[in-house]
C-alpha cells in the first residue's frame, strides 16, 4: 500500500514537470524573444558616465573604470551638433562648477603690467680721464664695486703732466716778470682736473711728479669696466661706466588693447617676486609713442627710488594701475578661471539649461583683465551659465564624444545663399588682382569700391560670429584700399586682404570656377604673401612687370 503512494506521488512530480515543458516553456520562450527583439528594435546603447567613449549594446560595468553603464539615450536626446552632456555623477567627481555671468560697473578698474627693472640712462655717468697717459694701478677692478665721489680709482704715468709741472717750476720763478705766464700754466694744471692743493705743492716743493691719481666724480656702482692695468689712454677717454642704483626704471610692455587707458602722470603700484608682500609707489613718467611690431607692444615707463638697494636691475616684476572710467558703463565680466585659451581663440564652456547638465563650447573675445576677471567683449551674454572649476574636463569630455573643443573644430556651415553672392563679388576682386598686376591705381580702387559695393548688398544675418568678424575685415580693407591713391599702400592692404578671402574661400562648399592659391615669398618684406586668381599662370599683383612671374601655385580650390 505504500508503496503503491509513493508510485502516484512520483507520476504527479513528473506529470507536472511535463506540463511546465509543454505549456510554460513556449510562454517563457516567447517572452525570452519579444524581449531580444524589442532590445534589438529600439537599439538601446550603454555607455560610461565618466568615459562616454564607452558604447556597448547592453548593460554591465565600464571596461576602464568599472563604473555602472547608463543608458546612451537618456543623455543624448535632443541635443543639437555641437552640444553634449556629461552626468550628475561625472559632475560631482570632477568637481564642476558654474557661475552666471554678470555685468560689472566700468567706473574703476585695474590694468596689469609686467616688466623689469632697468637702469635709470639719465643718472649713468662715465669715467674719463683728463689727461694722457700710462694706467700704473686701477684702484676699482670689478663690475659691480660701489665708488664715492672723490674716492681715487686709478693711479696715471702721464709724460704730459711732467712736461706741465715743468712748465710751472719755471714759470714760478718768472711770476713777477711774466704773471700772465704763471697764471696760463697753473690754468693748464687746472684744466688737467689737478687741484689747488696740488698745484701749490708741487711749486713748493720744487720737485716733479710723476704719477697722479685719477678721483672719481661721481657716486654709484660700476657697470663696465673699460682699461687695464698698462693700457695707455688718451685724454678723455673712458675709464668705467658708473650706475647710480638710488634711482632706477621700472619698464612695462602694455598691450595694444590696453593703451587707451594709460597716461602719463598715473599712480602705478610695483610688486617684485623678492618681496611679495611690499608695495612700491611710482608713477608713469614715460610712454613710448611707437609700437614695437614684433611684440605688439609699447614701452610704459616709471622712476622707482631704491635708497635700501630693493631693487636689482635685471628684476621681473608686475606694475597695477588703478583705472578711473569718465563713463559708468556696465560691461559683461567672467573669472579667469572659466577662460580656457588655444592659439588665439580663447574659449569658455557654457551651460546651455540650467536644470541639465547640457555644455557647449563658445569663442570669445576678451578685453581687459581686471584681478580676477575678463571683461568680454564678444561671445556670451548677461545671465547665461558658465563652467567656472572643471573647465578641462569638461573639454576632454566634448573632446571624448567628438563635440567642438579646443582641439576640435566645428566646420563653419556657409549658407548657400550666402556663397552664391560672394562668388559674385569675387569677380570683381580678380580685376581688382589685374589692376594690381598692371600697376593701375585708379583702377584698382574702382574695382576694390565695386566689390565693396557687391559685399555690403550680401544679407548677413545667417552668419556666425567668426564669418562675421571676417566679412566685416574684407570690407574694411576694402574701403582702405578704395580710398589709397598710393600704390604701394594698396598692395600692402592687398596683403590682409588675401588672409582674410583666402579664410572664406576655404569654407565654402560651391565655387562656380578653379581658384588656383599662389604665394609670392618675396611679397610683404620677403615675409612671402598670397593671392587668388582664376589663372594658373603667375601674374604677381605685389611687383607688377618688375617680377611678374615670382611666385607659385600653393593649392587649388576647385568646383566642389
Same mark, same amino acid.
Request: aromatic share 6%.
Given at each position: ?10 507520476? $504527479? ?32 546603447? =550603454? ?226 617676486? $623678492? ?64 577662460v580656457l585659451w588655444t592659439g588665439k581663440r580663447s574659449i569658455v564652456y557654457v551651460k546651455t539649461q540650467s536644470d541639465r547638465p547640457i555644455f557647449e563650447m563658445r569663442e570669445v573675445v576678451l578685453g581687459t ?28 569630455? $566634448? ?33 581688382l588682382k589685374d589692376a594690381l598686376v598692371e600697376s593701375n591705381t585708379r583702377n584698382a580702387s574702382i574695382f576694390s569700391g565695386k566689390m565693396l559695393s557687391d559685399l555690403r548688398g550680401i544679407d548677413t544675418k ?6 562675421v568678424a571676417n566679412v566685416k575685415g574684407v570690407s574694411k580693407l576694402l574701403e582702405v584700399i578704395t580710398e589709397k591713391e598710393n600704390l604701394i599702400d594698396q598692395r600692402n592692404h592687398f596683403v590682409s586682404l ?32 598670397? =593671392? ?29
Amino acid at each position: 500500500m505504500k508503496k503503491n503512494v509513493i508510485y502516484i506521488i512520483i507520476a $504527479a512530480l513528473i506529470g507536472m514537470f511535463m506540463g511546465y515543458l509543454i505549456f510554460g516553456g513556449d510562454t517563457t520562450r516567447e517572452s525570452i524573444i519579444e524581449k531580444d527583439n524589442s532590445a534589438e528594435t529600439s537599439g538601446q546603447m =550603454w555607455t560610461c558616465s565618466m568615459h562616454p567613449q564607452i558604447m556597448q549594446s547592453e548593460s554591465g560595468d565600464c571596461p576602464i573604470c568599472g563604473m555602472d553603464l547608463v543608458h546612451a539615450s537618456t543623455t543624448q536626446q535632443g541635443l543639437s551638433v555641437d552640444q553634449f552632456s556629461m552626468t550628475e555623477n561625472a559632475m560631482a567627481l570632477a568637481n564642476i562648477q558654474t557661475s552666471v555671468v554678470g555685468m560689472m560697473s566700468s567706473e574703476s578698474k585695474e590694468v596689469k603690467l609686467s616688466g623689469k627693472i632697468k637702469e635709470n640712462e639719465e643718472t649713468n655717468t662715465v669715467q674719463v680721464t683728463h689727461f694722457s697717459g700710462r694706467v700704473e694701478k686701477l684702484l676699482v677692478n670689478s663690475v659691480g664695486e660701489k665708488i664715492y665721489k672723490g674716492q681715487t680709482i686709478a693711479i696715471l704715468y702721464s709724460p704730459e703732466l711732467v712736461a706741465a709741472q715743468q712748465e710751472l717750476l719755471t714759470a714760478a720763478k718768472l711770476k713777477k716778470e711774466q704773471p700772465e705766464l704763471y697764471k696760463a700754466v697753473r690754468n693748464k694744471l687746472k684744466l688737467r682736473k689737478i687741484s689747488e692743493d696740488q698745484i701749490s705743492l708741487i711749486e713748493s716743493s720744487g720737485k716733479i711728479k710723476e704719477t697722479f691719481p685719477i678721483h672719481s666724480h661721481v657716486s654709484g656702482v660700476v657697470s663696465e669696466k673699460m682699461v687695464e692695468e698698462g693700457n695707455h689712454v688718451d685724454r678723455g677717454q673712458m675709464l668705467y661706466k658708473i650706475t647710480n642704483l638710488n634711482s632706477l626704471w621700472a619698464s612695462f610692455d602694455a598691450y595694444e588693447n590696453q593703451i587707451s587707458l594709460l597716461k602719463v602722470g598715473q599712480r602705478i603700484k610695483v610688486k617684485t617676486n $623678492a618681496y611679495p608682500n611690499m608695495d612700491f609707489d611710482a608713477e608713469v613718467s614715460f610712454i613710448d609713442p611707437i609700437l614695437d611690431t614684433r611684440t605688439r607692444t609699447i614701452n610704459v615707463r616709471a622712476v622707482v627710488a631704491n635708497k635700501n638697494d630693493v631693487f636689482k636691475p635685471g628684476m621681473f616684476i608686475e606694475g597695477t594701475i588703478e583705472v578711473m572710467s569718465q563713463k559708468s558703463n556696465k560691461t559683461i565680466t567672467i573669472p579667469k578661471s572659466a577662460v580656457l585659451w588655444t592659439g588665439k581663440r580663447s574659449i569658455v564652456y557654457v551651460k546651455t539649461q540650467s536644470d541639465r547638465p547640457i555644455f557647449e563650447m563658445r569663442e570669445v573675445v576678451l578685453g581687459t583683465s581686471n584681478k580676477d576677471e575678463y571683461v568680454i567683449l564678444n561671445g556670451v551674454q548677461e545671465g547665461e551659465i558658465i563652467v567656472t572649476n572643471g573647465t578641462f574636463t569638461v573639454d576632454a569630455a $566634448a573632446q571624448l564624444q567628438g563635440k567642438k573643443s579646443m582641439m576640435n573644430r566645428s566646420k563653419v556651415m556657409l549658407p548657400d545663399d550666402f556663397q552664391r553672392e560672394f562668388n559674385k563679388a569675387l569677380v570683381s576682386y580678380f580685376l581688382l588682382k589685374d589692376a594690381l598686376v598692371e600697376s593701375n591705381t585708379r583702377n584698382a580702387s574702382i574695382f576694390s569700391g565695386k566689390m565693396l559695393s557687391d559685399l555690403r548688398g550680401i544679407d548677413t544675418k545667417e552668419l556666425k560670429g567668426e564669418i562675421v568678424a571676417n566679412v566685416k575685415g574684407v570690407s574694411k580693407l576694402l574701403e582702405v584700399i578704395t580710398e589709397k591713391e598710393n600704390l604701394i599702400d594698396q598692395r600692402n592692404h592687398f596683403v590682409s586682404l588675401n588672409e582674410s578671402l583666402e579664410s572664406l574661400v576655404k569654407k565654402m562648399d560651391y565655387i562656380s570656377d578653379n581658384i588656383y592659391i599662389q604665394k609670392c615669398p618675396m611679397a610683404d618684406n620677403n615675409k612671402g604673401a598670397i =593671392w587668388l586668381s582664376k589663372e594658373e599662370e603667375i601674374r604677381n599683383p605685389y611687383f607688377g612687370n618688375e617680377m611678374l612671374t615670382c611666385g607659385s601655385v600653393v593649392s587649388i580650390l576647385g568646383k566642389k
